[in-house]
């Protein structure tokens, strides 16, 4: 989604899962038709996450959720509006890009995602908005910044905010809590209830690996922090590293060898977007060297697989890619007809753009005699930080057009 826009929400309990690389503290209020709360009881976050058909609990891979029961909302509520603020004092979001993705709360598929773009010295943002229409439900896309922090929000929605030398609710019916960490010198600055205690929880940590640390053979997903990671077909590494997820430029890099002397084998590399519908968005090859804004960019054709390193290479700035993508599919195949038993030493490694770092490595050890494969898929999770798969899944196919459809299906 893109500021100010709106999707018809199909699904009458959708969870708002806000993530970013960073802490954040996530909160709904429930606004009538004037647009303010009409009690604390409205107002919905980590120490009060209970409202009238709303609620707040911790999302599944990282940040939170706020979770609406469109039909338990009550007639007077026209709108929740999801909002995010910085856990870290004086930080802004500058840099730093927190994304919401929307999805049905009964079956987990995704609805609609949204990442504000141009952040700068906002300290707090509304994200998005569940609002009624004409007696249906949608979802907006708003990403509206305060540089007040949520003090700033809650005081624009109706929410009482006590000076910092108030040691407790922000309204006069709100309940008693800890008492809040001494104030900042500059204001505004909130003791307000929501305030995280001196206390306050750290972020949760990634899944420990169940595989040998660096390496994919074991069962479990591994992370980013040990080194590069070599995966076998179906292994899945989580492009996450010191507890944050990779959002920057990475390069996929395929190669291969003639299986025997004297022999070219000319195969091109091309990755295919999809959106959550699993329906291709785009797709980058040789005869389209950029997509989607330039956030991905293909090398250039290499017509016979000679020279060390990458044959051809295709950059990815996953920070940049737009929020409907949620998956990537990177194929190889034989325009000329060549089948994959022609073929040695195959390969696809994921390297950080910036560093030149080699993260990933699959080496594709077993080829069958068709003219397609399916050497890797990238997966957007709610969290926002994306996954990694070996695939190594051989389809006939001489072009990428003939691999939308597997491509989507293997997603």
Known sequence: MTPGSNLPLTAARVAVDVTAPVRLDVSGLLLAADGKVRSDADFVFYNQPAGP??????APAGGDTITVDTAAVP???EKIVVTASLDAAGATFAGTEPTATVRNADDGSALASFTPPRLGSETALVVVEIYRRAGAWKVRAVGQGYANGL??????????????????AATPQAPPAPPAPPAPAAPPAPADHWAPPAAAPPAPPVTPAAAAPGT?????KVNLDKGRVSLQKNQTVSLVKGGRPLLGSVRMGLGWEPAFRGKNIDLDASVIAYGPDRKKIDNCFFGKLMILGGAVQ???????????????????HLGGLPPEVTGLVFVVNSFSGQKFSDVAKAYCRLVDD?????????DLTHAEPRTGVMMAKLIRQFSGEWEMTAMGEFVDARTVRGMVKPGGQAL
């Open 53 to 58: 058909g709303v609620t707040h609990s911790a």
């Open 75 to 77: 007639d007077g509520i």
């Open 151 to 168: 003090a700033g929000i809650a005081t624009d929605f109706g929410v009482t905010v006590d000076e910092p030398a108030a040691p407790s």
């Open 216 to 220: 994919g053979t074991g069962t479990g």
């Open 298 to 316: 293909h090398s250039g054709d290499n017509l016979t697989g000679e020279g060390a390193g990458d044959d051809e290479a295709i950059t990815v």
């Open 354 to 362: 910036r560093t030149g770092e080699e993260l990933v490595r699959f």
